[in-house]
Each structure stands twice: as structure tokens, then as C-alpha cells.
């Protein structure tokens, strides 16, 4: 099983726009934020963000919904790793789950000195 994480969080009305839904930007924050969480697990390294490839919106996450974001390391090179995150956005009410956000980031661990530090393998 590849590594990943999972992260919970609520859209509240200062997470959204003018027509009551997520800003983007906002997603993109909270699936960075994902990335960073599986790719540092992995690493057990600092690590930033060095892309972002191919997010697509496919459907608005309203306000009031509960969001799911599920992040998983896919490919490792020497020093970077590619993690996909998908954003689920859930009716508190009803249970009704619907997948709303994907996208690759690609996640650069660092030594001390600030360097790109090698990643171990992915788990077989």
C-alpha cells in the first residue's frame, strides 16, 4: 500500500467566495498542506513544495461542507516525490461524498543546509 494521509477540515464562510463556495486557492493551501504531511512521513526531512501539476476543479465544495483530503505518495526520485491529493467534499447531513479536487504536487526533501537530501524508496 502506498503512503498516504488523510486530513478532515469544514468550509466555513471565510474559506468561501461570493457565491458560497471553497476559493480555490484555498483548496490548493489544504492540499499542499496534505502533500507536505505524507511527503515529510515519508522523507522524516524537511521538504517543500517545488510544483503543483494538473489540478482540475471538478465540482464546487459548498459551504458547510465537510472536506476529506487524501494525499498519497505515487513515485519517488532521489530527492523528490510525487504525491496525489484528492479533496472529497461530504453533506454533513446526508453522508453524500463527492470527489471535487485532484492534483499532483511534486515535494523536494532538504538537509540541513538547505540542499535537495535523498528519499528512501517507496515500500514494496
Known amino acids: 500500500?502506498?503512503?498516504?494521509a488523510?486530513?478532515?477540515?469544514i468550509v466555513f464562510p471565510d474559506h468561501t467566495n461570493h457565491l458560497g463556495t471553497l476559493f480555490g486557492g484555498q483548496a490548493l493551501a489544504w492540499m499542499d498542506k496534505a502533500a507536505f504531511i505524507v511527503a515529510s512521513r515519508h522523507s522524516r526531512k524537511t521538504v517543500v513544495?517545488?510544483?503543483s501539476e494538473r489540478v482540475d476543479f471538478c465540482h464546487p465544495v459548498r459551504k458547510g461542507q465537510l472536506v476529506e483530503l487524501v494525499a498519497r505518495l505515487v513515485s519517488v526520485g532521489r530527492s523528490s516525490m510525487q504525491v496525489d491529493v484528492e479533496l472529497?467534499?461530504?453533506d454533513p447531513l446526508s453522508g453524500e461524498r463527492q470527489l471535487c479536487t485532484t492534483g499532483r504536487f511534486v515535494m523536494i526533501a532538504l538537509d540541513d543546509g538547505g540542499h535537495p537530501a535523498q528519499v528512501p524508496a517507496l515500500p514494496t
Open 1 to 4: 500500500m502506498l503512503p498516504e
Open 6 to 9: 488523510r486530513l478532515q477540515e
Open 88 to 90: 472529497i467534499a461530504e
Open 49 to 51: 513544495t517545488a510544483r
